[in-house]
């Protein structure tokens, strides 16, 4: 079991909840205490909830609602369902959260790399070094530098700030591929992947000041294209930012290397609804789309 539903990647994720294993459908949920009060809820790992038997997810959620308020799912793209097995297992919310931006490697690069991203990679590429980590634990020093840069410039809070510990160990979890890129003596980039059966997951990316300047990022995705197209079939490049996604400019820079798009969607079960609608009333919740509603906006 690799990438995003692997116990090593919950693990990394025990700051958030403590791991529950659902073992019919061979994944991981993280059980949270509700703040302020005495009840618990779960989610799924952050970013995307990946199960290795999807057809048996509705038995392990039965079992979690006897101890449970609720449950919230962001799912994988790649899965093996449909709304109508995802309606099946969680009953009160399924609805397209995020359109991820996907590429089929069976199309030559050539065909589906946009003529902006192809030039702008060959000149990075005439700059930086692109390579693949070889032992990528020993890079966290690094990378936790480069990440610091990336959420001081665009302002990352919360559960997306992630900590040297969960690092740490997403750094050794199975399916872990790093690329970096260097000028001269300095890394001035770095792009983490997942792969997990047939799909190699964009997991996160950082760039230093000079990489920007660089331009780094194109040769970082132009590097992982080419050693991922022998490897698997698909590549995940996760969504844009934000809910107006189509307009962001990081959607433009990864419409840029895709072949299409898959649907992400937010799924969400109450066990127990007299619990919940208590703990929305508490919070004076009662107008908020968000789900759960007594939770602030925890998945962007």
């Known amino acids: 079991m690799k990438g995003y539903a692997s116990p090593e990647y919950a693990e990394s994720l025990s700051e958030l909840g403590v791991p529950r294993r659902l073992h019919r459908s061979q994944t991981h949920v993280l059980e949270r205490h509700i703040p302020d009060s005495p009840y618990y809820d779960a989610m799924g790992c952050y970013p995307l909830f990946a199960c290795e038997d999807w057809s048996r997810l509705d038995e392990d959620i039965q079992d979690l609602g006897k101890q449970l308020v609720s449950l919230t799912v962001v799912t994988d793209p790649f899965g093996n369902y449909d709304p109508p097995l995802l309606e099946q297992c969680f009953g009160d919310l399924v609805v397209p959260f995020k359109e991820h931006f996907v590429t089929d490697l069976r199309v030559a690069a050539g065909q589906f790399i946009s003529k902006h991203h192809r030039y702008y990679a060959r000149r990075a590429s005439t700059k930086v070094n692109v390579e693949k980590c070889r032992e990528p634990e020993l890079f966290l020093d690094v990378w936790l530098s480069l990440y610091g840069n990336l959420i001081q410039k665009h302002g990352l809070e919360g559960i997306q700030t992630f900590s040297r510990r969960a690092f740490a160990q997403q750094l050794t979890a199975p399916g872990i591929v790093v690329f ?121």
């Open 180 to 300: 970096r890129a260097t000028y001269g003596e300095y890394v001035v980039g770095a792009h983490l992947w997942f792969v997990r059966g047939d799909v190699a997951y964009s997991h996160l990316a950082a760039s230093s000041p000079l990489g920007y300047d660089l331009m780094v990022s194109y040769a970082l995705y132009q590097a992982a294209i080419e050693y991922f197209s022998p490897r698997v079939r698909w590549l995940d490049l996760g969504s844009g930012a934000g809910m107006r996604e189509d307009s962001s400019g990081l959607s433009r820079f990864k419409r840029g290397w895709s072949t299409g798009r898959r649907t992400a969607y937010l799924c969400g079960k109450i066990f127990d609804r007299e619990k919940y609608e208590d703990l929305v009333s508490s919070r004076d919740k009662r107008e908020s789309s968000y789900f759960p509603a007594y939770r602030d906006r925890e998945l962007g």
